[in-house]
């Protein structure tokens, strides 16, 4: 997640406490994306460090971080460049169903049924945030609300095919128990 980035955006509107960072970073994402405070600070630091934001003590002795020039070319170059599609991404569902497969441990159809109840729940939870944020005209979060809409469908439909697929092989199984290819087999199994 691109916190460092966020927290810029953030300032490009004006100079702000690093709490309220943390506060409209947590509005803005419909606290979906809940920030650590210490997360924040420490981003902060590094933003500090590398000459994106400087830090001036209010009256009352706290902290108020402002974007630099260097800072918001540093937003410019975020904003133009396209985010990289990783070619493997690393998805904790997908590495749990191949070794739910691969160490026998797990009734793999069952981490598939148990997982596609739960993105469905998600789904239905996102598209009633949708209605609420439909009905008080925020665009910027319906575009969020649309990409976790999508992604979750794009899961169940996975699901779909993992659980397709199982079931083929689960099938094809079956069949290649009841009929041997090897005709040894076939012997074997007619004489018993």
């Known amino acids: 997640m691109p916190v460092r980035h966020s927290l810029l955006a953030l300032l490009s509107a004006g100079p702000t406490h690093g709490y309220g960072l943390k506060t409209e970073f947590e509005a ?10 210490g997360q924040v600070y420490t981003t902060l630091g590094r933003l500090e460090r590398d000459g994106l934001v400087t830090a001036e003590a209010d009256a009352d002795g706290q902290k108020v971080y402002e ?14 460049t396209p985010v990289p599609r990783e070619v493997v991404p690393r998805q904790e569902l997908a ?15 069952a981490v598939v049924q148990r ?8 789904l239905q939870d996102i598209t009633r945030l949708k209605a609420a944020a439909e009905s008080a005209g925020d665009l910027a979060w319906l575009l969020m609300l649309d990409a976790l809409v999508f992604q979750a469908e794009a899961e169940a439909r996975w699901l779909d095919m ?6 083929r092989e689960n099938i094809a199984a079956g069949i290649a ?15 018993s």
């Open 177 to 191: 128990r009841r009929h041997p290819e090897n005709p040894a087999e076939r012997a074997v199994e007619r004489s």
């Open 162 to 167: 993992c659980e397709a697929r199982l079931a």
């Open 115 to 122: 997982q596609r109840v739960a993105t469905v729940r998600a």
């Open 67 to 80: 974007i630099t020039d260097a800072g918001r070319d540093e937003l410019g170059s975020w904003f133009e």
């Open 95 to 109: 590495i749990k169903l191949v070794f739910a497969m691969r160490s026998g441990a797990a009734d793999v159809a």
């Open 28 to 37: 803005a994402t419909g606290g979906v994306w809940p920030l650590n405070v």
